[in-house]
């Protein structure tokens, strides 16, 4: 393979490797050393669960591994015989076989993982089925399962909508003192809440580099490196990374080092990623001189309603704006401003199959958006982590059909 069609790494990544690894040790010997551990959906209280002290697990960012490792598709028929559909969520079915059958990536860190929950703390404001996993979870370990319940189809945010949510977050701090055993310390919640807030605008520094032509990061290189803000919000260590890799790609920009060689289009990617191909989709982009400079799915860790002088209110507005679970109009403004801003020249939609929720094609948002911004797009049909419900062929086929389209501009 030429080098051109070798995705460049970035000198940070060392750093995130270790930095990830020292999340999961410390994530793992946690219940040894008696400290509690608690789940949380992606956009879950996170900031509150960690100032209260608990080790903070995110089952989604495992379903990512497993599909990210191939593993997902022998699990996901272990849940289905358990009674969970094919046609669910797969993270929470490839979750759930993996627990079923004692096998997970985090084993082959070295690690006993994942940990068991001492509480399950969801937030309903991305889909139903994270409840649903993590009531799974709580009935198999009769340990509490705890929630958030967040409208859904949000258009303009109004003060009544912040107040209910936050009400409800409010509500967890009884019942998550008794299980972490102590009482929650306001002034560190602010600071959690102010180390969260750092670390998402350095995130958001960090994909906004992909503005520049050529972009020095794209969509592949970002489901990477989004790992410390996916589960380590709220953590200097995510702020200290972040800071690192936003350096290098300042350098990257000043010196004209595009992710892709010779970049010649430039793509938005709506939707889930591919775990399991996301080196044959970025190999066959970088071939083709596409750079996928911007994604809806790494901008979904952007959190910039936190606020430490209000924590609670700053929470339910920044849970609550993230685009799952806004209205189609809004979701088609957002892009709409995402097109414009990466300057791009097309749109992919992922169509997966077991997430409605985080499909955007099904509704006619893509003919609707072609109209109204002349960008052509195309509709890839696949799953986030089922790939028996993905064809390679078809898939490359479509894509390069996409490329000469776009190349005719
Ligand atoms: S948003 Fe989609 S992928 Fe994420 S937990 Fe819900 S159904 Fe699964």
């Not at 209205?327 to 409605?356: L, N, Q």
Request: aromatic share 10%; proline share 5%; net charge neutral.
């Amino acid at each position: 393979m030429s080098s051109s069609t070798e995705r460049k790494d970035f000198d940070a990544t060392r750093k995130m490797r270790a930095v990830m690894g020292k999340y999961f040790t410390e994530l793992c010997q946690g219940p040894a050393e008696g400290k509690k551990t608690a789940w949380c959906t992606s956009v879950g209280p996170a900031e509150l669960l960690r100032a209260l002290g608990f080790n903070v697990y995110f089952p989604e960012n495992h379903g990512a591994m497993l599909g990210a490792t191939r593993m997902a598709t022998d699990l996901i028929p272990l849940a289905n015989a358990r009674g969970f559909s094919p046609d669910i969520c797969s993270y929470l079915t490839s979750d759930v076989g993996s627990y079923l059958k004692g096998e997970s990536p985090i084993q082959k860190m070295n690690l006993p993982g994942p940990p068991k929950a001492d509480v399950l703390v969801y937030n309903t404001n991305q889909c139903r089925d994270v409840k649903d996993w993590f009531q799974f979870y709580g009935r198999e370990w009769k340990v509490p399962c705890l929630g958030i319940h967040t409208p859904r189809a949000i258009g303009e945010m109004d003060g009544a909508l912040v107040d209910y949510v936050a009400g409800q977050i409010e509500a967890l701090v009884e019942p998550l003192e008794q299980i972490a055993g102590t009482k929650l310390d306001r002034g560190r919640l602010k600071q959690v809440v102010g180390l969260s807030r750092q670390c998402t605008l350095l995130w958001k520094g960090v994909l906004e580099t992909a503005a520049h032509v050529p972009s020095p990061i794209t969509f592949f290189d970002g489901t990477i490196q989004m790992g410390p803000a996916v589960v380590l919000r709220g953590h200097s260590d995510a702020v200290d990374y972040y800071n690192l890799l936003l350096t290098e790609l300042n350098q990257r920009v000043a010196q004209g080092i595009g992710a892709v060689e010779g970049e010649k289009l430039r793509v938005y990617w709506e939707g889930m990623p591919i775990w399991g191909k996301l080196k044959d989709l970025s190999t066959q982009m970088l071939q083709l001189g596409i750079g996928v400079v911007a994604s809806t799915y790494c901008n979904s860790w952007i959190f910039e309603a936190l606020d430490p002088a209000d924590p609670f209110r700053s929470m339910a507005r920044a849970y609550s704006s993230i685009f799952i679970c806004r209205s189609e109009d809004w979701k088609e403004r957002y892009i709409a401003e995402m097109v414009a801003r990466f300057r791009v020249d097309g749109i992919v939609y992922h169509d997966a199959k077991t997430c409605p929720n985080n499909s955007n094609n099904r509704y006619g948002m893509p003919q609707r958006l072609q109209e109204k911004l002349g960008k052509p797009y195309l509709v890839v049909n696949g799953d986030l982590n089922d790939l028996r419900l993905y064809s390679e062929e078809q898939t490359r086929t479509k894509i390069e059909a996409f490329a000469e389209q776009l190349a005719q501009g």
